[in-house]
């Protein structure tokens, strides 16, 4: 009887991490996936949501508002992925190089104010900003296994999973997301159609670049009370790896999303418990499983036509 | 009947090599005044931080020296890149080969530690190409059996050799002596010779050089070369050519990971004698800026690695003189590929008077 209360409450604290760790995943994913259907790759993801995460700390730290931490990580990102839309949008800029520059920027850069704003600090002893708090909603979150589970997170979490939907109807069900769609098979036709390709090739990187904000600004004020360097660890690249992995549908992306994210918090309960595994390869697993799923899924990708390629008029 | 004339932007048809310097002139230009703009957020005076940065990279023997040294593993991951961007392929992971070559060196190196020193380099410097080699075989593997792009899965794995790393630092290799996950000082015999006596500067600064005129001479003046810039020109119609192309994009992963891999040893057995994950500060990434900055043509490499690495080197000197975060020097790097990238695409338009009508 204690035993399986206790394998019980084992399974609902994984599956209730899966669903927390899902965040910035999710975020970044179905952010990438309305950039990468206009037809542009942001391969500066990462760095994007490195900068939000870093701005959403610095701002949750001097303003001791969490609200306005999120708000500003969210235009961050917006901010930051303006980059690659001038560059790749209205240079005609290779879009992988500039997104490898925005990474390295995001990375250099946010060490450099990191250290100009917390000069006295050690690595050791950086400032620790409040977390977002959890919010339980009320009935649901009493409902033995799923309350737990679904509805005990914080507000990040839920608007992530509430915007796949919100980004599927987008993308098939309106106007807008029907021209979106179109740039990123033939802008040609797109433009003859009297869409402006540019313009919303721009709104549609910004939108990405946004959504990247909001899960770096989990990353820092979402779920540790801390910056540094580096911090985003990957997952902005994952994002990317999830979007190819769901075939660009945001069905499949929750979907690809709560796998990288189970293993993620497998891979936490098997730290916490003790078991003689290396935290290293725990730790690696989902980089391996990234590869496994790029080639698993090969065969039946359907890559935007014109996704990555810039377009030229006349 | 003829309009009033207009100015119209148009494309120029053929980018050469002024265009080229014009970027790079706009480029450098351009990242100056943004250092500039850093140095007076930070509360610097912007003079004196460029009088920092230049006295600690080139102002004296001493420290172009260094200077010298910190282009070492700069020299190398910028020619891993131009090899494979010239072919278009894009190795992202010299990050991870360096790792990966490091990793195999210090293997051969506690495997047979008590050789004499001559053979023993030889063969540090042989395993560490094998062990980029194999690395970035990897990813070219499944580029052309899985057909997946070499970018994504080259990042995944410079992700997965550094937690292969920190398994072996924490376990076999591990330093006993110490709280920081490396290895123990290497060997007296394993440690690289410097190239001049009293200094720093080790003998990879001559590999480096070596393989820069070893990559020149193999894109311009060997057939496989012509390969690869067929392949860089079109990969289809080089298929078309009867070029093998899977087998030049496994030759230039192989190629593109072994160069990688020497600037692992070079910084484990040249520089800091240990096997850790200091050993590369992103390397593999400044490389790709090199090797744009470049124009991806292996001599300019090296002026390219060498100005870099003074940067990197100045950088010190700038925090220590303004107190200015060395930080700035990683940030600048990006931002000067960015304008070099902006400046490309701007050299590459004329305005031209056309007449309606």
């Known amino acids: 009887m204690g035993e399986s209360l206790l394998q019980a409450a084992v399974v609902i604290n994984v599956l209730a991490t899966m669903v927390r760790t899902s965040t910035p995943l999710l975020f970044g994913a179905i952010g990438e996936v309305v950039t990468e259907r206009s037809g542009v790759m942001n391969m500066g993801l990462e760095g994007t949501m490195l900068t939000a995460a870093f701005v959403g700390f610095l701002v949750a730290e001097r303003s001791h508002s969490l609200l306005l ?8 990102g917006g901010l930051f992925s303006l980059i690659l839309a001038f560059m790749a949008i209205t240079l005609d800029v290779d879009q992988i190089i500039t997104g490898l520059a925005m990474n390295l920027l995001a990375s250099g850069g946010t060490l450099f104010w990191f250290r100009i704003a917390y000069t006295q600090t050690t690595s050791q002893e950086t400032p620790l900003v409040a977390l977002l708090k959890p919010w339980p909603i009320p009935l649901l979150s009493e409902i033995p296994y799923l309350g737990p589970i679904l509805f005990s997170h914080n507000a990040l979490t839920y608007l ?6 919100v980004i599927w109807f987008g993308l098939y069900r309106t106007k807008r997301g029907l021209q979106i769609r179109s740039l990123g098979e033939d802008p040609r036709a797109a433009d003859m159609g009297g869409i402006n390709v540019r313009r919303l090739r721009y709104l549609a990187v910004v939108f990405g670049g946004m959504m990247a904000g909001l899960g770096g600004a989990f990353v820092s004020v979402g779920s540790v009370e ?17 979007v190819i992995a769901g075939n660009w549908k945001p069905g499949r992306i929750l979907l690809a999303t709560l796998l990288f994210a189970f293993l993620d918090a497998f891979q936490l309960q098997v730290q916490g418990v003790g078991v003689q595994i290396p935290y290293q390869i725990l730790l690696a697993l989902p980089y391996v499983l990234a590869i496994v799923v790029l080639i698993a899924g090969r065969a039946r990708s359907i890559a935007p036509e014109s996704l990555g390629l810039p377009y030229l008029r006349e | 009947m003829t309009g009033r004339p207009r100015w119209r932007l148009a494309r120029r048809p053929v980018v050469g090599p002024r265009q080229q310097v014009q970027a790079l002139a706009l480029a450098l230009v351009g990242a100056a005044l943004v250092s500039a703009l850093l140095l007076r957020v930070a509360n610097a005076d912007p003079v004196a931080g460029f009088v920092a940065l230049y006295q600690g990279s080139f102002g004296s023997w001493p420290v172009a020296v260094e200077s010298l040294v910190k282009a070492i593993p700069l020299i190398l991951t910028g020619l891993g890149t131009t ?15 360096l790792y990966a070559g490091a990793i195999t060196a210090y293997w051969a190196y506690v495997t047979f530690p008590s050789l004499p020193r001559l053979p023993l380099i030889l063969l540090i410097l042989t395993f560490a190409m094998v062990g980029g080699a194999l690395w970035g075989l990897v990813a070219g593997i499944i580029r052309v059996k899985a057909h997946v792009d070499e970018i994504i899965t080259t990042i995944m794995l410079n992700y997965i050799v550094v937690y292969i790393l920190s398994l072996l630092l924490s376990g076999v290799w591990r330093d006993p002596t110490s709280y920081y996950q490396q290895s123990p000082t290497v060997g007296a015999s394993a440690q690289f010779p410097a190239l001049i006596d009293g200094t720093r500067l080790h003998i990879g600064f001559a590999v480096g050089l070596i393989a820069a005129i070893a990559i020149y001479v193999l894109i311009e003046k060997t057939p496989l070369g012509y390969e690869i810039r067929a392949l860089g020109l079109n ?6 050519q009867g070029i093998h192309v899977a087998r030049t994009v496994l030759v230039l992963m192989l190629v593109s990971g072994s160069l990688a891999g020497l600037a692992g040893a070079g910084e484990l057995f040249g520089n800091h004698y240990r096997l850790k994950a200091g050993i590369s500060l992103g390397f593999g990434y400044t490389g790709i800026i090199i090797a744009m900055l470049a124009g991806l043509e292996p001599l300019a490499i090296v002026p390219a690695a060498i100005f870099f690495g003074g940067l990197v080197n100045g950088s010190y000197m700038l925090q220590i003189a303004t107190g200015v975060p060395a930080a700035l020097v990683s940030a600048i790097q990006a931002i000067t590929l960015l304008f070099l990238l902006g400046g490309r695409a701007a050299v590459s338009y004329q305005i031209r008077i056309v007449r309606d009508g």
């Open chain 1, 69 to 76: 931490a999120v708000v500003t990580a969210c235009l961050a």
């Open chain 2, 83 to 97: 090899v494979a961007f010239r072919g278009r392929v894009w190795n992202i992971g010299q990050e991870g080969q």
């Open chain 1, 160 to 165: 992530a999973f509430l915007l796949v939907p």
């Open chain 1, 226 to 242: 801390r910056f540094f360097p580096d911090m985003t660890a990957g997952r902005g690249w994952l994002a990317i790896v999830i």
């Open chain 2, 235 to 240: 990969p289809t119609a080089a298929g078309f």
